[in-house]
DNA sequence: CTGACTACTTGAACGCGTTCAAGCAGGAGC
DNA sequence: GCTCCTGCTTGAACGCGTTCAAGTAGTCAG
């Protein structure tokens, strides 16, 4: 979930190659629709295919010969959240200067965005998690999505007033991707109420990046940081 | 996968409550070695229930008098890393007494236990991941083998020389704990033959660490560690 | 030796996600 | 109008993990 929310992508992908009629789109729509309904109101388990197919008034069937599985309809809630992602944080950007107010804003419209699926966002996160599925976030499949989240953390640094070491700048979207990755991982297994923990995770670590950040600069820090460079340069290196 | 792997941990809780008679635990090791060759053989999701009862001579029930659920076979593979990992690291405790050394060969000694599982574990921890499955590690049903690996790393720190802030030192293990899992989840997606990129991560992250360690003692320094310690605190509160 | 208790064992049955051979329908070409 | 072609639709059937009412057998009290 969310792993890679954040850009605009195509709206799900069809899985018949033909030529697309209209029918076929209507009906299509009229499963994922009815589906992420009975997600919403039920929980993703809960939910069973034969439900949706009778809830959607077809065969079980024909909601296979649009999806390839139950997981896949998923992809569907997972693309229309990245949209709101990204327009949630164009507010913030916009009227914040500074580095760690832009930071926590963006962050935390990522939880608002994301919040109301929590519960199916696990399910989500299974499907993601596995190295060889293309929802994970560090698939060459989401490489579109996963660039243009990494350039949303772009716009965060490169759009604030924050005077940073010009190495550490250059790095510090990708890692604050990470970041943003990790607050997922948090988020997922976060069961506290209102995500309580996850705000507070959010809140506590926005001023301690931005600190270090500002200490990137300073003398003593240099050797540490010139180091810490030079080890995300040797993992990235694949050789 | 190995998320827990470490520890020295209990072989397996028994599912009831009873006191358990000598036919019943044969019966328990039989379905459990039998499963673990089969999940070896044929991997986890080829491995049917009903193949292993087969294969077992029994009923397909009877694996569910001993284990709640498929998944729960696979904390028999666990434990049993966890028991290779601890005897492994065990070694290089008694012979490095320097902090970054001590950590260096826990952490390689981990990725050497679980090499040879590296395609299965893939594939485990995609169930794994889920954050309400018994397998993930911060699972309530992980709690033991979580609480003894843990202790592996408190014995890394407290077994060494380094000199470091008792607010730290406190923290510390479990810090490293999660860093391990964060190599861990490095590890799954290391495609680099031989893992040579995992290797690489720990090679350089442990002087990185281990300086950022020392660094903590610094007055410039302590103001963002109290932030970060006074985080640490803030996240795990759960009210 | 007998009965009852209980640890242990059984396999049919359930509901699930998924597959597939079979049919339906509506437009293009004649 | 007829005939294909093909996008679309069907629902019975499959194999899976899991459950459970019903049994079996070892043990201990009397």
Redesign the interface.
Known sequence: MTGVTTAAADPVEPKPEKPRRARGEQTRQLILETALRLFRERGYAETTMRVIAKEAGVAVGNAYYYFDSKEHLIQGFYDRNQAAHREAAEQILASETELAPRLRGVLHAGIDVNEPYHSFA??L???A?????PL?P?SRESSPAREAAIALFRDVVDGSTAKLDPELRKELPELLWLAWMGVVLFW??DK?PGR??TR??ID??V??ID??VS?SR?R??R??LR??L??IE??R??D
Request: hydrophobic residues 45%.
């Open positions: 696990a399910t996160f299974k499907t998690a596995e190295p060889t599925s994970s560090f997922v297994y506290s309580r923990r507070r995770l506590g670590s001023p301690l600190r270090l200490l300073l003593v820090l050797p540490a180091q810490a030079a080890l040797s993992v290196r694949d």
